[in-house]
T-cell receptor, first 112, second 112 residues
């Protein structure tokens, strides 16, 4: 039982490049979330999904897109990376919004 | 929408002493209050949660108390140990919401 798996764990991008972060969960959870965490900062919600085929904007959605084509996967895309997107990205999943989240171990992204 | 305030932002405690972290919430409809611990380089991990029909919950050295009237809840860690050093996040959510709202975190230092 792997829980929530994020790939890659580390990545360095050049400004303007694109990439996709993958989050996979094996707990049959309906809800999935993408957060970013900057140094000394808390968790800021980027996008989330309440079920397969659904997505919704969070607190800081600009510059990111998401897709939830399969229940177990939630993809976060950066179309044109900017240095301001340098951060640690965490994915989380939950059986519903009123239950504890299981977080992945994070992806450390640096945009130069 | 819900707003969660967390205090203090930093807390230093002598090993063996107790630590208390406090949170307040704004939405009286919130009924789920989890606490997460984030160790350096890792994702947040759920350590304890409480629902609004319960006033207190304990799990070994950690306990959470909830005062619905005052809309605040607290995390208590007794007999602190070096491994308790981490960032702790409180959160609040309700059955009407798609997501829980996190506090900004408390960095707990356990001093030798």
């Amino acid at each position: 039982n792997a829980g929530v798996t994020q790939t890659p764990k580390f990545r360095v991008l050049k400004t303007g490049q694109s990439m996709t972060l993958l989050c996979a969960q094996d707990m049959n959870h309906e809800y999935m979330y993408w957060y970013r965490q900057d140094p000394g900062m808390g968790l800021r919600l980027i996008h989330y999904s309440v079920g397969e085929g659904t997505t919704a904007k969070g607190e800081v959605p600009d510059g990111y897109n998401v897709s939830r084509l399969k229940k177990q996967n939630f993809l976060l895309g950066l179309e044109s990376a900017a240095p301001s997107q340098t951060s640690v990205y965490f994915c989380a999943s939950s059986r519903d919004s009123n239950y504890g989240y299981t977080f992945g171990s994070g992806t450390r992204l640096t945009v130069v | 929408g819900e707003n969660v305030e967390q205090h203090p932002s930093t807390l230093s405690v002598q090993e063996g002493d107790s630590a208390v972290i406090k949170c307040t919430y704004s939405d009286s409809a919130s009924n789920y209050f989890p606490w997460y611990k984030q160790e350096l380089g890792k994702g947040p991990q759920l350590i304890i949660d409480i629902r609004s029909n319960v006033g207190e919950k304990k799990d070994q050295r950690i306990a959470v108390t909830l005062n619905k009237t005052a809309k605040h809840f607290s995390l208590h860690i007794t007999e602190t140990q070096p491994e308790d050093s981490a960032v702790y996040f409180c959160a609040a959510g309700g059955y009407r919401d798609d997501k829980i709202i996190f506090g900004k975190g408390t960095r707990l230092h356990i001093l030798p």
